[in-house]
């Protein structure tokens, strides 16, 4: 892998080049620039991970050259350099968008770890313009999303029989997109300016059922006040598809049977045969094998359907089609409403790659639908996920891409002033004269600052934070 990119920018020859030596012992590619103006004119030439900058220099300021940076790319990573005690600078500059600050003098454990978490997050903005900008260079009339392993023996089979008539077979637990690859087959076939007409097998009696199929003559039956064309008629020279066929009764199994073999239908009621050219795409979640050998599925109409099989992956199967899957959802019912929310936090991330996903895709889809919907920041926390996302245990092989998932995506400000005074209540070993002096407050403020952090002062001594953390 590359190393990143970092620019160490600070007027002070000594503090640049310590700063500058220590990252590169770590591996990174640093280059240290001694005025803003040039530090700048190096981004422009091309792509910089993290910008280390002083706040206080000559012409060109450290809040200038954040703002500069800012605006030559969304993805660099800024972190502003700060003289010991003097912290409004810092704030003035979180505010505009650095992501951090690190406090001169360094030290070598606070340099690792500040830069480390900037590039994390420098990565995650990286994966989110990547993922935009990859969903909207997708072709539009394709909405099938994913490049795992799995999805792309799919693509292969559903355009290998898409130039054919062969009748297809779609297996896959409910929510796995068999519709959606039904009607890509449909798309991709020489009959795609033809009806494509879903047919659900499911969800009516069987001489319902029969009549929707295959239409009726007038007076067929009570009730049949006039003539109907079935679906299989309305389906000519395109495509029906049949959802759920594992629910088709013994009756209608025959009955299907007879219009592939035939190429023809008979309506309820009627007395000749009318030919059809229909191509046949049939859906289920059953295993139609065991319902064969359990005699509720006619082996001879499953032979038939059965020409080209193809298989779905549950979603935990293509799991590493979940991120992807998630920005599309997210853009999906984003456009066009003035939802703030444009990515997620990285422990939602974790969360929707460790859930189960029973219900798969369409699962997946109603939750991201869902935290949009209850979302008030630019990034979906847990908190927007249902219950049972959230609370999905930690299966033994989903282990956190880096120790530092729980840090929060940005400080807050709070968060800036506690570490500060954390920082200089040590360094002045828990004098509170020295660290109000270095703080710019007086000592009842201090203790205040102290109360609404949870740090013990301490008597006269140690100002130690009561909980680690
Ligand atoms: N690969 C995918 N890319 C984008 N969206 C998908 C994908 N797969 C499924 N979906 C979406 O998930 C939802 C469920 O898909 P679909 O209705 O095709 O599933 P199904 O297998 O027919 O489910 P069921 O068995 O419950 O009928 C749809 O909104 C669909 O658009
Ligand atoms: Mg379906």
């Given at each position: 892998m590359q190393a990143a990119k970092i620019l160490v920018v600070d007027d002070d020859a000594v503090a640049r080049e310590l700063l500058a030596e220590a990252l590169k012992k770590e591996g990174y590619d640093v280059e240290a620039f001694g005025s803003g103006e040039a530090a700048i004119a190096r981004g422009r030439e091309g792509r910089v991970d993290l910008v280390l900058t002083d706040?206080?220099?000559?012409?060109?300021d450290g809040l200038t050259v954040l703002r500069e940076f800012k605006r030559m790319s969304q993805d660099t990573a800024i972190v502003v350099l700060t003289a010991f005690g003097s912290l409004e600078g810092a704030i003035e500059a979180i505010k505009q968008g650095a992501y951090d600050y690190l406090a001169k003098p360094f030290k070598k454990e606070e340099i690792k770890l500040v830069v480390q978490r900037s590039l994390d997050h420098c990565r995650l903005l990286r994966e989110n313009t990547k993922f935009r900008e990859e969903l909207k260079s997708?072709?539009?009339?394709?909405p099938l999303v994913g490049s795992s392993p799995a999805m792309l023996e799919v693509y292969k089979l559903v355009a290998r029989v898409s130039e054919s008539k062969s009748t297809v077979l779609l297996q896959g637990?409910?929510?796995?997109?068999k519709e959606l690859i039904a009607r890509a087959i449909h798309g991709n076939s020489?009959?795609?300016?033809?009806p494509f007409v879903p047919v659900?097998?499911?969800?009516?009696?069987d001489t319902l059922l029969e009549s929707e199929m295959f239409g009726y003559e007038k007076?067929?039956?009570?009730?049949?006040?006039g003539t109907k064309t079935g679906l299989f008629e309305s389906a000519s020279g395109g495509t029906l598809f049949l959802d759920?066929?594992?629910?088709?009764g013994q009756a209608l199994q025959v009955k299907l049977l007879r219009v592939m073999q035939d190429h023809e239908v008979r309506r309820v009621g009627g007395t000749h045969s009318i030919k059809v050219d229909v191509r046949i795409i049939a859906a289920t979640n059953r295993d139609l094998e065991q319902f064969v050998k359990e005699g509720k599925f006619r082996d001879d109409l499953f032979y038939r359907l059965n020409v080209v099989r193809i298989t779905l992956p549950s979603l935990t199967e293509r799991q590493e089609d979940i991120p992807m899957l998630a920005h599309y959802f997210l853009q999906k019912c984003a456009t066009?409403?003035?939802?703030?929310v444009r990515g997620f936090h990285p422990d939602t991330m974790e969360l929707l790659n460790r859930?189960?996903?029973?219900?798969?895709v369409r699962e997946l889809e109603n939750a991201i639908e869902r935290a949009v919907s209850l979302s008030h920041g630019p990034l979906l926390t847990?908190?927007?996920?249902p219950a049972a996302i959230r609370q999905a245990p930690i299966h033994a092989?989903?282990?956190?891409?880096?120790?530092?998932?729980?840090?929060?995506v940005c400080l807050t400000l709070e968060e800036v002033e506690k570490r500060h005074l954390v920082r200089v209540l040590k360094e002045t070993k828990g004098n509170k004269v020295k660290a109000s002096k270095i703080l710019g407050i007086d000592r009842r403020t201090l203790y205040r600052m102290a109360e609404r952090f949870g740090l013990d002062l301490g008597d006269e001594g140690e100002g130690t934070e009561k909980e680690t953390g």
């Open positions: 706040i206080r220099m000559g012409a060109v997708k072709d539009e009339w394709s637990e409910s929510g796995t997109g020489p009959r795609r300016d033809k659900n097998c499911g969800a009516l009696p007076g067929a039956f009570t009730g049949a006040v759920e066929v594992g629910e088709l066009g409403t003035t939802t703030p859930y189960r996903w029973p219900g798969n847990p908190d927007d996920l092989e989903a282990k956190p891409e880096s120790p530092d998932v729980t840090e929060p």
